[in-house]
């Protein structure tokens, strides 16, 4: 009997090899090499996901399908290939939701799959079990939407949902599988010729010669050229390639947060500590799978100073080039086909960027570096931000291969500037919205997709949105280990409100022990009051791989309102008035 095929005797007496849509699913899953599934389970999936655990696929059960969706999502931007989040159907669907929406905004590739209801009394809007229209309601939130209605279709479902996530830029895709498709039988032989293994998921895109000639001709003739490489450029994985290009161009470059660590932070031609000279001063600007958005103040206004700027574009989606100021060379294709054909095109006799240039940044660079250095080292009790750092900034240092997950306000902002990262695709954040509660979630699919130590630096606030999945780490014996910045509060713990006895908006309940949490469910919790605490406690969780949470306790009075954003406060327009 084929795998995955249920024998069934007929009325008659011969038999039949069937299969049934549960089979098929896991199948086609399986044959596209989507080997873990994140979710919770429920009516009508929970058989599906035992089926599929007993058939070898990894199933990773969550306390909340957001942060199931959040690993699957972040699974995707690890791997290349669309992690997988599997959810019931409304209340599990639009918990789902907002994962799936931010993988498209962050173009990670993820397929949200949830079972829905009878489509029969959905469409006739009769009241059924979890009723809800799922597939329209996604829509708007994805590249992508189907749903399967015959098990012979399972096969083209799975296979579109895959190429659509991860062709051209990546993002999300919902399949929508009602209830009955599960139990429906085919025949098993024809049920597996029906299944699709998708060749060649995400094709190269090969630029234009002439595209590659005018973006060299400009970078070529610029004075003061800066290189800023995106979160695509860390998720294209072409390492070396990008590599090779920053150091035979010569060009500083400033990584943008979850590009750090594709050239290490301490390269010497690393902008990072002289953000504001490079984008005030620089007269081209070439960026690698980074776009134009809030993050880069639209390449517009103050941050990007006086002087006339060009920018070279390089980026999968020809969309994005002109979004937000004029591309004078858009260069379109897949980053590791565009930054080979940048390379072969440079030629043997490149120049590097005038020396008056290249030697300003690295002044500016070094003063800023020195000028943070003896902050980095105080040993405060409460401690601030910038000890608890300083601490961290060294265990990263020694253990280069571990990967960092970071939110919060204060908490990510600081920790963004002084943690250097060393190699590719180990920081992973808030993204392109700046989400609080993609902390667990991230730590856990980390984890589990390559197998190395976590370390992730939280907020208290941020940790709260995603904390019970603390009980998971726990329960799948992670190696994370998590530090919560605990300064009492969003921002700082020190607002008062005057109107009532009700706490202010921004605080939390004083001197919360979160180490109790972890505690309560067989991990390791640890009070950390001083950086040297901090360092001993850290340093014995990943040494050990033992799930860990440290409270770092934070003076209530460290943070700033918004940490490093709080000019996007209404409020702050209104002053300025
Ligand atoms: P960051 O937040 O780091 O600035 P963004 O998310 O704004 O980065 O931009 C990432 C960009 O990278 C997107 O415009 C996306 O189209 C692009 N991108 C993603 N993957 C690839 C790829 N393989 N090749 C080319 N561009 C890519
Ligand atoms: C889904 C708004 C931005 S930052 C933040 C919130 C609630 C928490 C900051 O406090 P934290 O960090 O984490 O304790 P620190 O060090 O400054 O004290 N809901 C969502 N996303 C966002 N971004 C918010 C609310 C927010
Ligand atoms: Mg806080």
């Known amino acids: ?48 996901g035992r089926m599929a655990q007993a058939e070898g696929i990894r199933v990773l059960s969550f306390r909340h399908e957001q942060n199931a969706g959040y690993a699957a999502a972040i699974a995707g931007f690890l791997t290349k290939k669309p992690g997988v989040c599997l959810t019931v159907s409304a209340p599990g669907f639009l918990n789902g939701l907002t994962a799936l929406a931010h993988a498209t905004t962050n173009c990670f590739p993820m397929i949200l799959i949830s079972g829905s209801s009878e489509r029969e009394i959905v469409d006739l809007q009769q009241g059924d079990y979890e009723e809800m229209d799922q597939l329209a309601i996604a829509k708007p939130l994805c590249k992508a939407a189907y749903r399967v209605l015959h098990a012979q279709d399972i096969g083209i479902g799975i296979a579109r949902a895959i190429r659509s996530a991860v062709s051209g830029r990546p993002g999300g895709v919902y399949l929508d599988l009602p209830a009955k498709l599960f139990g429906q039988v085919m025949n098993a032989e024809a049920g597996k010729k029906s299944l699709v293994k998708v060749i060649d998921a995400a094709p190269a895109q090969i630029p234009a010669p002439d595209a590659i000639k005018r973006a060299l001709d400009v970078l070529k003739g610029a004075k003061r050229p800066l290189i800023i490489l995106g979160k695509g450029a860390a998720y294209a994985q072409a390492d070396d390639a990008i590599r090779q290009f920053v150091e035979k161009s010569g060009v500083p470059f400033l990584p943008m947060s979850m590009a750090k660590g594709l050239l290490p932070d301490t390269h010497p031609q690393c902008a990072g500590a002289a953000r504001s000279t490079v984008l005030k001063d620089s007269d081209v600007v070439m960026m690698i799978g980074a776009r134009l958005n809030w993050l880069l103040s639209h390449g517009k206004g103050k941050t990007w100073g006086d002087a006339p700027k060009k920018f070279i574009q390089v980026d999968i989606e020809p969309k994005e080039m002109d979004s ?52 980095l080292m105080n040993n405060n009790v409460p401690m601030d931000y910038h000890g608890a750092l300083g601490v961290l900034r060294t265990i990263v240092k020694e253990r280069p291969d571990a990967i960092l997950v970071n939110e919060g306000a204060n908490t990510l902002d600081l920790a963004r500037g002084i943690i250097d990262m060393y190699k590719p695709r180990k920081r992973l954040d808030v993204g392109t919205w700046g989400i609080m509660g993609i902390g667990m979630g991230q730590a856990i699919a980390a984890a589990v997709e390559t197998g190395k130590p976590v370390l992730a630096v939280e907020g208290d606030s941020a940790f709260g949105f995603s904390g019970m999945e603390v009980e998971t780490i726990c329960r799948y014996n992670l190696p994370v280990c998590i530090v919560i910045f605990n300064n009492n509060g969003i921002y700082r713990g020190t607002d008062v409100n005057k109107a009532s006895s009700d706490p202010a908006t921004t605080v939390f309940v004083v001197g919360a022990r979160y180490d109790k949490m972890m505690e309560a469910f ?16 850290v340093n014995a ?33 209104l002053k300025k008035k």
Not at 523 to 533: F, R
């Open 1 to 48: 009997m084929a795998e995955g095929t249920a024998k069934k005797q007929d009325a008659g007496a011969d038999t039949q090899d069937l299969t049934d849509g549960f089979h098929l699913i896991i199948d086609a899953l399986k044959l596209n090499g989507l080997n873990t599934i994140y979710g919770v389970p429920g009516i009508p999936i929970t058989d599906f």
């Open 541 to 573: 969780a990943m040494d050990s791989g033992k799930p860990t949470l440290i409270n770092a306790v934070i003076d209530p009075a460290a943070g700033s309102e918004s940490g490093r954003i709080g000019n996007l406060n209404p409020q702050s327009a």
């Open 522 to 537: 067989g991990g390791v919790g640890v009070n950390a009051t001083s950086p040297d605490e901090l360092k001993r406690a």
């Open 324 to 375: 937000n100021v004029e591309i004078v060379a858009p260069v379109v294709g897949d980053i590791g086909s565009c930054v080979a054909a940048l390379l072969n095109a440079m030629g043997s006799k490149w120049g590097v960027p005038p020396a008056e240039w290249t030697n300003a940044v690295k002044a500016k660079r070094e003063e800023n570096v020195a000028k943070m250095a003896p902050r």
